[in-house]
């Protein structure tokens, strides 16, 4: 393995560029740094056309507008969290919510007529409107259609989200139903209610089974005027390694704050310098962003039998002997189920690697990656990833390389194209876990009733969610090679060939060999897009009388 020192020694310095000082008491906490606690309660609430209703929703979103949790509350908590982690002297057990509200375009254009202004016509058409550009069933008899879905749908809409975060369950549920009464108290409908947890037994795992949430990108920034008072904390050696400033966790790529942002900079061609100032229009937009909402139910049954089915098929064929469930899946995937990389190991999973922070995330496709210098003085033990660029260990339609390219390049660009489609995931699992996923159906009390409750923040609905779920994901060419579909989370919706998602991987002597299957074993059964205002623009403009 090569030393950090050698390593640095042949490297040219790192170039620090200067970050801004982000108006952390003007933007929601949910979208800087974002809410990542084990428990959610999600409230969705309808506003009658009245105008007496609509004064009592003002005057709520005013009072409410003293509680929503700011990005400084919510980057302190999360430093608190951090600190209390890694001390080793016993701290009482940190236990708070947060809570943030956002819009739908149907709510906030009742509450302000500039809504209409705002250039999204995704937000303003709405999810369920959008659906068959998302790849989604058009079959009225299809659960995933939106005429069955469960919130958002044609026929439950949805004017606001109230997303309540904390530590614990109790703690949640005792903040979720204070809102809840005084949101009954002024005349709102309460149309949908349901509560996310981390998984008890499998913690930050989603329902397949796979470590979630390892790839995040950071947001550049700081919180005060102290130059080393970075948003996203930074952990390669400065000065030692021109990595330094491209990533937070080594791995984690650093977008300037436009990208999750109404009125910032987006990242340019070069990550290092800003790009252009992403228009606020309304003006009272800038420091708000866009929130999707996806209730996304899991066939966790469906999935492990078709892996193990598909695993069967593949370990008959030369270059494929000893094929399992669990090592098709992790190539579909991109990982295994501790969150290690294929990349990194690709014989089988390594949890120790999987389990560590400041290894899980640094891999590259394209080129070799190398050990970076860290602060800590931590040094990553791991095998490092080899250059892969025709996908014989990651396949290109993994999941994790249809959602983020890293190094390669793409059908829209060089490898900073990856930049601007990256987005925040602040969502959790909701339904108990299914602990044997081949017993059958009546033996599992949830009846199916599991998933994820997909949260995501981005500044554009159009040119990052809607574009990785369309372009990349659900295209068998894009974003590089016909490697196939993102059979794990895309979704196929050509007229020709009956929702079938495909995917070329490759066996041990580069044999190829392409897996298909139509099983839809994630389906949507809600959701919606929403618009999460600044703390200056809930008080001046969507609660205000004037």
């Known amino acids: 393995m090569e030393e950090p020192s050698k390593l640095a020694a042949n490297q040219p310095l790192a170039v620090t560029p200067v970050e801004p000082v982000l108006p952390m008491s003007e933007i929601q906490g949910i979208v800087v740094p974002g809410f990542f606690k084990p428990h959610q309660t999600l409230l969705g609430i309808v506003c009658g056309e009245k105008p007496e209703r609509l004064e009592q929703f003002k005057r709520l979103l005013l009072e409410l507008s003293k509680e929503i949790s700011t990005a400084s509350q919510t980057l302190n908590d999360r430093r608190e969290f951090r600190a209390s982690r890694m001390s080793k002297a016993k701290k009482p057990k940190i236990n708070r919510t947060l809570i943030a509200l956002a819009l739908s375009y149907s709510g906030l254009k009742k509450l302000t007529l500039s809504a209409d202004a705002i250039p999204s016509n995704a937000f303003r058409q709405g999810m369920a409107a959008r659906s068959t550009f998302l790849g989604d069933p ?18 439950s809409p949805v004017d606001a989200l109230i997303v309540v975060a904390g530590d614990a369950r109790s703690g949640v549920d005792h903040t979720a139903e204070r809102l809840a009464r005084r949101l009954t108290k002024a005349g709102l409908n309460i149309v949908y209610r349901e509560n996310g947890d981390v998984r ?88 708000g962003s866009f929130l999707v909402f996806r209730r996304l139910r899991q066939d966790v049954r ?34 295994w189920k501790s969150g290690a990389p294929v990349n990194r190991v690709p014989a089988a999973d390594d949890p120790t690697l999987g389990s560590q922070p400041l290894a899980s995330n640094h891999f590259r496709f394209d080129s070799d990656a190398t050990v970076l210098p860290l602060n800590s003085g931590y040094v990553d033990p791991f095998p490092q990833s080899k ?18 390219t890293r190094d390669s390049g793409t059908d829209t660009g ?31 009390p949830q009846k199916g009733n599991r998933g994820l409750l997909f949260l995501s923040i981005q500044s554009s609905i159009e040119d990052q969610f809607e574009f990785l779920m369309a372009r990349w994901m659900g295209d068998s060419t894009r ?44 389906i949507p059964t809600g959701g919606e897009y929403f618009f999460v205002p600044s703390l200056t623009a809930l008080l001046q403009v969507i609660g205000s009388s004037a």
């Open 138 to 155: 058009t079959d009225p008899k299809n659960e995933g259609s939106p005429l069955n879905w469960k919130v958002g749908g044609h026929a």
């Open 200 to 287: 008890s037994d499998d913690p930050g795992h989603e329902h397949f089974g796979f470590d979630d949430g390892i790839s995040q990108p950071g947001i550049r920034g700081r919180a005060t005027d102290a130059p080393d008072d970075f948003i996203t904390p930074r952990h390669i050696a400065a000065a030692q390694h021109p990595e330094h400033s491209l990533f937070g966790y080594p791995g984690q790529d650093l977008v300037w704050p436009g990208v999750l942002l109404l009125g910032h900079s987006v990242t340019s061609p070069d990550p290092l310098i800003p790009g252009t100032e992403l228009p606020a229009v309304p003006d009272w937009t800038r420091n």
């Open 302 to 335: 469906l999935f492990w039998r078709t892996m193990n089915r598909e695993a069967q098929r593949l370990s008959a064929l030369p270059g494929f002997a000893g094929m399992t469930a669990e090592k098709l899946a992790s190539r579909i995937v991109g990982r």
């Open 387 to 404: 250059a892969d660029p025709a996908g014989t260990t990651c396949p290109w339609a993994a999941h994790i390389r249809k959602v983020n």
């Open 414 to 444: 060089g490898r900073d194209s990856t930049y601007i489609r990256r987005l925040l995931r602040v969502g959790v699992p909701f339904g108990k876990s299914l602990k044997d996923p081949f017993s059958e159906e009546k033996d599992d």
């Open 479 to 522: 974003p590089k090679t016909p490697g196939g579909h993102d059979v794990l989370v895309g979704q196929n919706d050509t007229a020709s060939e009956r929702r079938i998602r495909k995917c070329v991987i490759f066996g041990s002597g580069l044999q190829q060999s392409t897996v298909a299957t139509s099983a839809q074993w994630i």
